[in-house]
């Protein structure tokens, strides 16, 4: 048996064996290390003096529990006995975007046809917007499903917690087509007015209709992306109902009342509905209607992002280098990145720090998150918790490749001549400024220490 593409928790201590030791021998065995326990843990290592309540959960999780002694054995098992994906098989092209279309893995959309209305071309979303967009398993079974409701002209609903890549998804494809998308962010405060349209003061001093978004996003082919749905008052969602049946339409009572749809005007073949929104547990969220719901007959829960993902981000931004992936009966793979856009901090050893950033979020991100049963472990005496996601991260790689610091000598250093100091006084002013309270301070300086990234705990992943 092997460890490779395992994610290894360690409970307890090891005999004769720092953490930082323990995390070397399971990176050299192809496995990555798991600061805190998830779900997405393939194993909790126990050594001597564990905590039981962190095997207990472990067994709540499905985790797989082993002894140390029991997990040794495995370290040191064939080299053969490895995943699909990190196997010798060849991957397909996870992407591909031409004239005609764009592919996500098995699916196909088609490209926009041109010409499309002047104000539709400013609203394509620019494909270089996307240049850290990593091709990790949860965003391409996002972008897969996303494609299958285009392609049957569904309307789509995205469920998910912060930064889940929910909104960005669609506006990925958009611009992969050449698609204009019109984004609504709703409110409490959003009326009916602000979606269909609503009479505004003209020039000569009279009165004219100027319609919302959403009949102009049905004439002209629009993708239309409702954002944070259940934040907005029910009953103007509503109003939207006849927009989100099989044959779109809907009646400008607010103007003139003219009709969009049958027996109207037309519908654009390219008109398209999307919604997106937090859990309903998140603070001044409203329950949607089972009707409205229902409307949405394409429906996905965006899955969260764990270290593994983390770390792959992070290899994509700083190393240009896109995940091998197991998904819909196939391994798929994007393609490879020759100029990403934090590729000033590829300096020879950075593949150790970007792994212990990208396990300092994600321990950051669960104990920041209320887990099945028990509440958050930081943060529990704030109203509103901490959000620790990959846009965070990305902010805190753009600190280190911009960031700079005076030395003794007068002289101003970047990331290249002093990483270590740099990244530590980054982590100070984005990550340890973000939390109140010594409790909480504590618990990010106790994780911060396990990984070896304060000053009186670093671990130089640089030297040879």
């Given at each position: 048996?092997?460890?490779?593409?395992?994610?290894?928790?360690?409970t307890g201590r090891v005999e004769g064996e720092s953490r930082a030791r323990f995390r070397e021998r399971i990176e050299a065995a192809g496995a990555s290390y798991?600061?805190?326990?998830?779900?997405?843990?393939?194993?909790?290592?126990?050594?001597?003096?564990?905590?039981?309540?962190?095997?207990?959960?472990?067994?709540?999780?499905?985790?797989?529990?082993?002894?140390?002694?029991?997990?040794?054995?495995?370290?040191?098992?064939?080299?053969?006995?490895?995943?699909?994906?990190?196997?010798?098989?060849?991957?397909?092209?996870?992407?591909?975007?031409?004239?005609?279309?764009?592919?996500?893995?098995?699916?196909?959309?088609?490209?926009?046809?041109?010409?499309?209305?002047?104000?539709?071309?400013?609203?394509?979303?620019?494909?270089?917007?996307?240049?850290?967009?990593?091709?990790?398993?949860?965003?391409?079974?996002?972008?897969?499903?996303?494609?299958?409701?285009?392609?049957?002209?569904?309307?789509?609903?995205?469920?998910?917690?912060?930064?889940?890549?929910?909104?960005?998804?669609?506006?990925?494809?958009?611009?992969?087509?050449?698609?204009?998308?019109?984004?609504?962010?709703?409110?409490?405060?959003?009326?009916?007015?602000?979606?269909?349209?609503?009479?505004?003061?003209?020039?000569?001093?009279?009165?004219?209709?100027?319609?919302?978004?959403?009949?102009?996003?049905?004439?002209?082919?629009?993708?239309?992306?409702?954002?944070?749905?259940?934040?907005?008052?029910?009953?103007?969602?509503?109003?939207?109902?006849?927009?989100?049946?099989?044959?779109?339409?809907?009646?400008?009572?607010?103007?003139?009342?003219?009709?969009?749809?049958?027996?109207?005007?037309?519908?654009?073949?390219?008109?398209?509905?999307?919604?997106?929104?937090?859990?309903?547990?998140?603070?001044?969220?409203?329950?949607?209607?089972?009707?409205?719901?229902?409307?949405?007959?394409?429906?996905?829960?965006?899955?969260?992002?764990?270290?593994?993902?983390?770390?792959?981000?992070?290899?994509?931004?700083?190393?240009?280098?896109?995940?091998?992936?197991?998904?819909?009966?196939?391994?798929?793979?994007?393609?490879?990145?020759?100029?990403?856009?934090?590729?000033?901090?590829?300096?020879?050893?950075?593949?150790?720090?970007?792994?212990?950033?990208?396990?300092?979020?994600?321990?950051?991100?669960?104990?920041?998150?209320?887990?099945?049963?028990?509440?958050?472990?930081?943060?529990?005496?704030?109203?509103?918790?901490?959000?620790?996601?990959?846009?965070?991260?990305?902010?805190?790689?753009?600190?280190?490749?911009?960031?700079?610091?005076?030395?003794?000598?007068?002289?101003?250093?970047?990331?290249?001549?002093?990483?270590?100091?740099?990244?530590?006084?980054?982590?100070?002013?984005?990550?340890?400024?973000?939390?109140?309270?010594?409790?909480?301070?504590?618990?990010?300086?106790?994780?911060?220490?396990?990984?070896?990234?304060?000053?009186?705990?670093?671990?130089?992943?640089?030297?040879?």
């Amino acid at each position: 048996m092997t460890v490779a593409g395992w994610r290894v928790a360690l409970t307890g201590r090891v005999e004769g064996e720092s953490r930082a030791r323990f995390r070397e021998r399971i990176e050299a065995a192809g496995a990555s290390y798991a600061a805190t326990l998830d779900e997405h843990v393939d194993v909790l290592v126990v050594g001597q003096e564990p905590l039981t309540s962190k095997v207990a959960r472990a067994e709540e999780l499905g985790v797989r529990v082993e002894t140390w002694s029991t997990f040794c054995r495995e370290l040191e098992g064939p080299a053969s006995a490895v995943p699909l994906a990190a196997a010798g098989l060849e991957a397909r092209r996870a992407l591909e975007v031409g004239a005609s279309g764009m592919r996500v893995l098995d699916r196909r959309i088609p490209r926009r046809q041109l010409p499309v209305d002047p104000l539709g071309r400013q609203l394509v979303p620019v494909a270089e917007s996307f240049d850290h967009y990593t091709l990790d398993a949860p965003t391409l079974g996002l972008l897969r499903f996303l494609a299958r409701a285009v392609a049957l002209g569904q309307p789509c609903l995205v469920e998910g917690d912060t930064a889940t890549s929910k909104t960005s998804a669609i506006r990925f494809l958009a611009a992969g087509v050449g698609q204009p998308v019109a984004r609504l962010n709703l409110n409490g405060q959003t009326d009916a007015g602000e979606l269909v349209g609503k009479y505004t003061p003209s020039a000569d001093g009279g009165w004219t209709f100027r319609e919302g978004l959403v009949p102009q996003a049905m004439r002209h082919g629009w993708w239309l992306v409702l954002d944070e749905v259940n934040l907005a008052d029910p009953a103007v969602l509503e109003r939207l109902n006849p927009v989100l049946e099989r044959e779109p339409s809907l009646v400008l009572t607010e103007g003139d009342g003219a009709r969009i749809g049958p027996g109207g005007i037309p519908v654009h073949d390219d008109f398209r509905v999307f919604a997106t929104m937090n859990p309903a547990e998140y603070q001044g969220r409203s329950v949607l209607s089972p009707a409205w719901r229902d409307r949405f007959v394409a429906t996905i829960q965006a899955r969260a992002v764990g270290e593994r993902e983390l770390q792959q981000l992070l290899r994509r931004v700083v190393l240009g280098e896109q995940p091998r992936v197991e998904l819909a009966g196939g391994v798929w793979q994007g393609d490879p990145d020759p100029d990403p856009p934090h590729l000033g901090l590829a300096v020879p050893g950075v593949e150790g720090l970007l792994s212990r950033l990208a396990s300092l979020h994600a321990a950051l991100a669960t104990m920041s998150r209320p887990g099945e049963g028990e509440g958050a472990s930081l943060g529990v005496r704030r109203r509103e918790g901490y959000v620790f996601s990959r846009r965070g991260l990305l902010a805190l790689m753009d600190a280190l490749l911009h960031g700079h610091r005076i030395d003794a000598d007068g002289r101003e250093v970047g990331f290249v001549e002093a990483p270590a100091a740099l990244v530590v006084d980054v982590l100070d002013d984005l990550v340890l400024q973000r939390v109140r309270g010594d409790e909480d301070r504590a618990l990010v300086i106790s994780v911060l220490r396990s990984l070896g990234l304060t000053a009186d705990s670093w671990v130089d992943p640089f030297q040879a």
